[in-house]
């Protein structure tokens, strides 16, 4: 990694950051890459690539099965690399960190398998406006074959939730489980996931917390938020695609039936039946990502360097400008809250231009960034857009980012003639 | 800058040809990109087995709304079996600009609706 000899202790440079990811040094259409897309997926450090390149020169072995030494090399790593996970996320158990290809399986496994379980007709799952399609969807296959209903907590006009709400359905509603998203992807709001987990708890009900958006950006403490389930992806945190983690609380996942029947899930099997492993691999079935673990344990690596404490600082002041700089775009419309609750994440409109033909202005200036309904149709409905364009920050990008998509939407403008 | 909007999309998405609906139209189709919620109508009036008028509506992106205003254009007077052997590429084409990967569905959304509403039925309604 960089040094980082000017910068005052707990921040970091963003400019010298970006210089550890190889990715963000090319140009395309012959300008400087500007990625403003990391909600979607974030790039990744050398030291990240170099994980999974020695680990593949070196390391590679399917595990818990051979005797033989690289099998057992591998196999440490594999387990070394979920207590980087447990540590980084202050989970009391590293056999309570499940991997798994993402959060979007994660929050499947906890539908499926604890859904299909615990659900009784009548019962009550409450989700929220914000959610992404990932914690709408399997509920919304689950309960309708358990008999269950979904309700969905509002937003208000900033695009915070209506905790009322919540409230009333606890009080009126068998409510089993809330879901809930940490930092909204596609508004940037973030929930106040603690006092919501002491209200559903108080009312007899589970937490389970999307932290896709939020447990890359920030400190995330499962044991200080109290919740239940944590649901998050490694390529969103500077790992590698294919690797994500579910944690749950232990009782919890020791009472639950597997998700995915196979190898390495089991203790015994018979032809009359199975009984099933321990945690985790009760929840791991077949061959894992194992190579890709380590990388998300180098990320993880990566990040306690810069300190999470500090990405959160960081991210704060460069959305502060991102916010600031934007509002002086004529036509632009921002969405989502101002002030502490605001992550990375800034979604807008432009006029009434199209937020696909702003992103494909954008890209020929070299700004990457996302347009469209961001996997959360219901917020977009709720909002009265049919799709938002959305630029994302993380540790690599700087003021500089945000100047350049400042000025490339001038060029939209330019196109699309004012008032377009 | 931009090359996918030039001048003449941008006069089509400003100044759309053939744009509104037809009252008792003899053939309507209606069809979106559930991905980015680009929508497009197509109304046409049948003579002698021509399109005699056709209208659109729709709302999206500049790129589907061209296009859409574009192949009204082109396929004014033409028959059935016209419309069954329009391309893709003749669409591209008429476009005249490189369009992504990403954007071909917007570029391609009023071809799929006319097509639709032509391999819909088996032979112009009769009068």
Known sequence: MSTHTTTPPGTFDARQVKQDFPILQQTVHG??????????????????????????????ANIHRG????????????????????????????????????????????????????????DTVVLTLLEHHSNIVPWQIVTAERGATIRYVDIDHDGRLRLDQLDHYLRT??????????????????NPVAEIAARAHAAGALVLVDGAQSVPHMPVDVQALDVDFLAFSGHKMLGPMGIGVLWGRREILEAMPPFLGGGDMIREVTTCGSTWADLPAKFEA????????????????????????????????IVAYALERLAQVPGVTLYGPTGEDRAGVVSFTLDDIHPHDIASILDSEGVAIRAGHHCAQPLMDRLG??????????????????????????TVRRIFGPGA | MADLYRENILDHYRNPRNYGTIEN?????????????DRVRIDMRIEDGKIAEIKFTG??????????????????????????????????????VPISPARVKCALLGLKVLKSAAYGITDWPEH
């Open chain 1, 286 to 317: 077949g061959t894992p990502s194992v190579g890709d673990a380590v990388g998300l344990g180098a990320a993880i690596d990566y990040l306690t360097a810069l300190g999470m404490d500090a990405v959160r600082a960081h991210e704060r002041e």
């Open chain 1, 173 to 190: 509603e068998r409510v089993k489980l809330v879901g809930v998203t940490h930092v909204a992807n596609a508004l940037g709001t973030i």
């Open chain 2, 25 to 37: 139209a003899d053939i309507s189709y209606e069809d979106s990109n559930p991905l980015c919620g």
């Open chain 1, 385 to 410: 857009v049919v799709a938002t364009a959305r630029a994302s920050f993380y540790v690599y990008n700087s003021e500089e980012d945000v100047d350049r998509l400042a000025d490339a939407l001038q």
């Open chain 1, 31 to 60: 300008k400087p890459l500007t990625y403003l897309d990391s909600a979607a997926s974030s790039q990744k450090p050398l030291v990240v690539i170099e994980a999974l390149d020695a680990y593949y020169r070196a390391s590679n």
């Open chain 2, 59 to 96: 709302r999206g992106c500049a790129i589907s709304q061209a296009s859409a205003s574009m192949l009204t254009e082109m396929v004014e007077g033409a028959d059935l079996d016209e419309i069954r052997e329009l391309s893709a590429q003749d669409i591209l084409d008429e476009l005249g």
């Open chain 1, 67 to 122: 005797v033989y030494w690289l099998s057992e090399h591998a196999t440490a790593l594999y387990d070394e690399a979920r207590e980087k996970v447990a540590r980084f996320i202050n989970a009391p158990d590293p056999r309570s960190c499940v991997f798994v290809r993402n959060a979007t399986e994660a929050l499947n496994l906890v539908a499926y398998s604890w859904g299909r379980a615990n659900l009784e007709p009548g």
